[in-house]
């Protein structure tokens, strides 16, 4: 014969007023049970010969309950004393859900696309969570709260994102971070946390959430989400330190190749968070969306007009990637160097030099003054994500253009001059030389500071013989060394003249000396007795002779 018991339930953690939910009822062999004695209703035991019935509780909500029961007894059954008991239980959440509002379908193991791992977010943006703690139902538990939730993405930090920790990505990667990596849930699955939640890496990750010890130790919850991602960089820096360096003593010739420092310019393309913190994993495969950039034409800032109109540059617009900097979790590192194999000169600039030098063409540069801008446009800069270098940090509402003034070599306009003399054929004759540079006051000074022109002008030679010199061989020492000196010719026992130049003579060190455009300086030198000019007769003018 069954008999009657009445069951009712009493709230314990929560109860009162923190109570999201009061309205579940515990269920008894799938009746439900009153929340008062008052209201109680009998339900029907069977019990064995030991005095034992085997009862199913159930309880779809969160919290600490207390179930009691009350029988009265029954003068048919000869058990008509009272009987009464309670029981205290912990229900805790089957798991917690974890959603993350919008969040694009991605399977990393397949391959990217519009309908797979499309981009997400910002890494360090806030991060739109929603975690609820739900019932082996699949329905919320509202009375759950737990002061203390950790988050974590899943995956060994000892081992990075690597092959064996197939949930974190990218693979060889750093494993991210959520922060902050706790937080209160409260009633009615309400998150707190300390500041807006967000992920700090590139990747795709899952999050997991752990409340240990839910009222009673070893009652853990936990849930893992599906793939989160793609995170994205927010912005690029681009930096360079990317200077001339000088020729010779702390210059360069106008018209002479002014080169980098390390023989090319370089830029340093690194990837941040919006937390503003470097990310490692936009450097690694499938990932780095950025194609190496070109660069635009270098611009002449001396503000001289007529100096800034006539800069040249040799080189390609194409940067190379550097490829000891390409998977290494840094920035990469572009540069613009020779590649023989393609015939490809290095970056270097050349400011043209005048025909006639004017106030404009005194030295520029000085003390490491930017004279020279590299420009690599905002469209070069932009990922097929859409991030984009920002300016110098990041700032900028807008995709920005990249700038870098620099200088690190003064510029000057020089040239060789070769002078004139006369002497007999049959003594040595001395034609000096110097190199001068346009200086103040406008005028050609001595250039102390060259000691590197002279040992690779070559040897003097001898053109344009006339008279007895024709067919003649011409000894010529010196010039090889200083900035200024004396071409030494061997007399030569002939009468006549010719014209005495270096063999390869720059260009930078060439000048107008005719009037016919820039030329090689030549010295002319005369042997023989000197008769003077050539007297002129103008009409109406009677010339006597001695």
Not at 231 to 242: G, H, L
Not at 333 to 341: A, G, I, L
Not at 378 to 399: F, N, S
């Given at each position: ?8 339930s ?25 929340q ?48 009464e ?37 910002a890494?360090?943006d806030?991060?739109p ?13 509202l009375?759950?709260?737990?002061e ?17 920790a ?26 707190v946390?300390?500041s807006?939640p ?18 009673e ?10 793939y989160?991602?793609r995170?994205?960089p ?8 990317a ?5 010779c ?29 470097e ?22 800032i001396t ?8 800069l ?38 050349i400011?043209?030099a ?5 106030p ?33 940090e ?7 253009d ?55 002008w ?49 260009e ?17 030198a005369?042997f ?11 009409r ?7």
């Amino acid at each position: 014969m069954p008999r009657n018991i009445k069951f009712w339930s009493d709230f314990i953690s929560p109860a009162g007023n923190d109570l999201a939910d009061g309205s579940q009822k515990i269920l008894v062999n799938e009746k439900s049970v009153a929340q008062s004695f008052a209201t109680a209703e009998p339900l029907p035991l069977y019990f064995n010969e030991k005095g034992v019935s085997q009862i199913d509780v159930n309880y779809r909500e969160a919290g600490k309950m207390r179930l009691s029961a009350h029988y009265a007894g029954s003068d048919n059954e000869r058990d008509s004393g009272l009987m009464e008991g309670s029981s205290d239980f912990v229900s805790r959440p089957d798991r917690f859900s974890i959603e993350v509002v919008g969040a694009p379908d991605c399977d990393p193991k397949k391959e990217f696309s519009e309908d797979n791992c499309h981009k997400f977010i910002a890494a360090g943006d806030e991060l739109p969570l929603e975690i609820k703690a739900l019932n082996s139902g699949g329905d919320e538990t509202l009375n759950f709260m737990h002061e203390l939730v950790r988050m974590e993405v899943v995956g060994k930090p000892s081992d990075g994102c690597g092959e064996m920790a197939g949930d974190c990505f990218p693979s060889g990667g750093v494993v991210p971070k959520l922060l902050p990596n706790e937080y209160k849930h409260g009633y009615g699955n309400v998150n707190v946390f300390e500041s807006a939640p967000y992920v700090d890496e590139v990747g795709i990750v899952k999050l997991r959430a752990i409340a240990k010890d839910y009222i009673e130790s070893g009652l853990d919850v936990a849930g893992v989400s599906d793939y989160v991602g793609r995170f994205i960089p927010a912005y690029f820096i681009v930096s360079s330190d990317a200077r001339l360096v000088p020729a010779c003593n702390g210059f360069t010739y106008q018209g002479q190749e002014a080169v980098f420092l390390g023989g090319y310019p370089e830029v340093v393309i690194t990837a941040f968070n919006s937390q503003n913190q470097e990310v490692q994993n936009y450097d690694r495969p499938g990932y780095w969306l950025l194609d190496p950039p070109k660069r635009g034409s270098y611009l002449s800032i001396t503000g001289r007009a007529k100096i800034d109109e006539r800069l040249d540059s040799v080189g390609e617009v194409n940067s190379i990637l550097v490829k000891a900097t390409e998977n290494d979790g840094g920035g990469r590192t572009y540069n613009w160097p020779s590649v023989d194999e393609e015939k490809r000169p290095a970056d270097a600039l050349i400011w043209r030099a005048p025909v006639n030098p004017d106030p404009d063409d005194l030295p520029f540069g000085a003390d490491a003054l930017p004279i020279a801008r590299l420009v690599i446009d905002k469209g070069q800069l932009r990922d097929k994500d859409g991030v984009c270098y920002r300016g110098a940090e990041g700032k900028l509402g807008e995709c920005s253009d990249f700038t870098h003034d620099f200088g690190g070599s003064e510029i000057r306009l020089g040239r060789l001059r070769i002078g004139n003399a006369h002497g007999s054929e049959l003594q040595d004759l001395s034609l000096p030389w110097v190199i001068e540079t346009w200086q103040a006051s406008n005028i050609f000074l001595p250039e102390t500071g060259d000691a590197c022109s002279a040992p690779t002008w070559g040897k003097a030679l001898a053109s344009e013989p006339a008279g007895k010199l024709v067919g003649k061989q011409l000894v010529i020492t010196g010039g090889h060394s200083g900035y200024e000196g004396s071409l030494i010719i061997t007399k030569p026992e002939a009468t006549g003249e010719a014209r005495i130049g270096f063999e390869n003579v720059p260009e930078w060190l060439w000048y107008d000396w005719r009037g016919k455009g820039r030329e090689a300086s030549r010295g002319l030198a005369s042997f023989g007795i000197y008769r003077g000019p050539k007297p002129l007769i103008f009409r109406r003018e009677v010339y006597r002779g001695m």
